[in-house]
């Protein structure tokens, strides 16, 4: 049974096309045949973070319009053959394709591949409802900001409403410091508004920033960082596996802080 | 208390008040009496300017009519002695009452001797358009996820009183696909269409046709006889969704922000009240707004407004929100049961606002 992923915010900037990019690499690393589908049209970035930019012939406007076969739009991935992907047209707009046409994309896709995740734009207008046309579950991400939240929040209804059941929260960019400090929203402030699953908190990493100028995954890198851990914790617990939510301090436990954790508390 | 400075401010801002108002109903010129009321209680400058504000985007008409409020305001300010332990910082009476016909929108659901009966709102209430068709049903769908735990048994049968509106065959499959997701099963309907029948007739349902008659003699009883049956949904309201219902609304669930029910009875949250609860829509001063944690962004009843003071509260109550001559107040559930209660029962029919 294909799985078929939305991953949809509400709000902009807030990590959707990251977190498609970084999951669907994660999700193939563990062995999944992967499809990735841009449905920004318009506003692709999802080529971008995977460095496939270059290599794009086809999109999906023209596989719609019968110009190629959907085999030759999709753009493979050298690093990690079991992922795909299939662009998006930049040169038209969300109004270029409507639901249908993409349930008839996404279900083809569905027969060959064991995952077809969704990166949908931002907004709630036509390009949203394209995006979750085709999708049995879908991944809310958001950021611990109030704006961000409450759009999360009205596009969870919307989701409820399409009749999309499985809903599960990724909390993206949070801060352990400021929540600490009491300037940040915590999970628990996140989650209990939402009231939907969690099922990954990305911690806010500088190299998310250098990965993506690079096109390079985080989840690719030698050396994984926080934050790819997070996305690849999110992968497992995708798979059905018990994955224990990592101690975001934890990480931040190097001598300085220790240092300077000492010298607060000396001061107060 | 000096109001001037709020007086050019309100008339800069006149110009274009009918275009930024974002509510709905605007029939009603309130009575200046409930302003003045208002202007008593003890407000900051800055405040009494975003009220004014306020009042003036929802509830004027004319600027003869904005006139009145600026001549109320400039009326000197009694400070408010008042012995009401109130949570909100401040009130705003003067709400336009909702017009009859906002709750009709949505479809009804009864359920009268072992089956169900979905009333769709006639072509007048709501113009027959693919939009409106959409958001009805998406409304509609909404409805039943929340509350089908308590109605359906399997295959229940339902009627369909289609009315004036005009049905075709693909909005009917629509429709039953809708009811079967639910285990309910479409076996007749009423219209007074002749296509509707027709479209209905080859699909196999049982039809019965009626003259136009019929159906507002229908109607019309309907809304005379009894109040409407109270909305249970056991959902989180979330931002964005507007539950209206014409009877009481009752959610197991949060109301979050951005979110917004009006009823026209009372609102019972059994969860987090956050976002925007408009109780007694239809003029019904007496309703009330009850949740388990009350932090809402606004609350309504009838005619009077309501918001949550500036600074967030550390602890909940289970409470009440009820109108006062002064506004709303809050009180402690427990509390109000035993006082207030029984004063709000007895007081005079007249003084309620119809």
């Excluded at chain 2, 065959?169 to 076996?187: D, F, N, S, V, Y």
């Amino acid at each position: 049974m294909t799985r078929i992923i939305v991953i949809t915010s509400g709000k902009g900037g807030v990590g959707k096309t990251t977190c498609s990019a970084n999951l669907g690499m994660a999700l193939a690393k563990m062995g999944r045949q992967v499809a990735l589908v841009d449905a920004d049209f318009g506003l692709r970035n999802l080529d971008l973070l995977l460095g496939l930019e270059n290599r794009i012939v086809y999109t999906a406007v023209e596989v719609l319009a019968r110009e190629c076969r959907l085999e030759q739009a999709l753009v493979k991935d050298k690093r990690q053959p079991n992922l795909v992907l299939l662009p998006a047209a930049q040169n038209r707009t969300k109004d270029a394709v409507s639901p249908d046409q993409i349930k008839l994309l996404v279900n083809a896709l569905a027969q060959k591949y064991q995952y077809v995740i969704i990166d949908s734009p931002a907004g709630i207008e036509m390009g949203f409802k394209n995006a979750i046309a085709p999708a049995k579950e879908a991944l809310v991400v958001t950021t611990p900001e109030i704006a961000s939240v409450r759009d999360a929040d009205r596009v969870v209804g919307l989701l409820e409403a399409q009749g999309i059941k499985r809903i599960h929260l990724i909390i993206n960019r949070i801060k352990p410091a400021m929540v600490r400090a009491n300037d940040m929203m915590s999970v628990q402030d996140v989650q209990e508004l939402l009231a939907i699953p969690l099922i990954g908190v990305i911690p806010d990493d500088e190299r998310v920033i250098v990965s993506t100028n690079r096109g390079e995954p985080l989840v690719l890198s030698e050396n994984p960082c926080i934050a790819a851990t997070a996305f690849e914790n999110i992968a497992r617990r995708l798979e059905g596996e018990a994955v224990d939510f990592i101690e975001i301090e934890a990480y931040q436990d190097n001598i300085f802080s220790r240092l300077r954790r000492i010298l607060w508390t000396k001061i107060i | 208390m000096n109001s001037d400075a709020a007086i050019p401010n309100q008339k800069a801002n006149s110009a274009g008040f009918e275009i930024e108002s974002t509510f709905p109903q605007t029939d009603v010129g309130g009575d200046s009496t409930a302003i003045q009321s208002e202007t008593d209680s003890v407000l900051p400058e800055a405040e009494l300017n975003s009220v004014i504000v306020y009042l003036k985007s929802i509830s004027r008409s004319t600027d003869l009519e904005f006139k009145d409020v600026v001549a109320d305001v400039q009326s000197p300010v009694v400070s408010n002695t008042s012995s009401h332990s109130s949570l909100f910082d401040l009130d705003l009476p003067e709400l336009p009452l909702s017009e009859k016909t906002l709750d009709k929108i949505q479809i009804q659901i009864k359920t009268e001797e072992g089956r169900i009966v979905l009333i769709l709102p006639a072509e007048s209430q709501l113009p027959a358009c693919e939009s409106n068709w959409s958001q009805m049903w998406q409304q509609f769908k909404l409805q039943l996820n929340s509350s089908d735990r308590l109605m359906v048994k399997a295959n229940t049968p339902v009627h369909l009183v289609a009315g004036d509106r005009l049905l075709d065959t693909r909005q009917l499959q629509e429709l039953a696909h809708i009811l079967g997701e639910m285990h309910m099963q479409l076996k007749s309907l009423s219209t007074s269409r002749r296509q509707t029948a027709i479209a209905a007739a080859t699909m196999g349902y049982s039809v019965e046709q009626v003259g136009r008659e019929n159906i507002l003699h229908f109607q019309s009883q309907q809304t005379k006889s009894s109040p409407t049956e109270a909305l249970y949904l056991e959902k989180t309201v979330r931002s964005g969704m507007e539950i209206r219902h014409s009877g009481s609304v009752i959610i197991l669930g949060d109301l979050n922000p951005g979110g917004t029910v009006i009823a026209d009875g009372d609102i019972l949250v059994w969860g987090r009240l956050r976002g925007i609860a408009h109780a007694g829509a239809a003029g019904n001063r007496k309703c009330l707004i009850m949740a388990l944690q009350m932090e809402p962004t606004q609350l309504r009843i009838a005619d009077a407004v309501a918001r949550a003071p500036e600074k967030s509260l550390m602890q909940f109550y289970p409470e009440v929100a009820y109108v006062t001559p002064q506004g709303i107040r809050i009180a402690r559930a427990i509390d109000f049961s035993k006082s207030q209660l029984n004063k709000i029962n007895q007081q005079p029919y007249g003084s309620i606002v119809k």
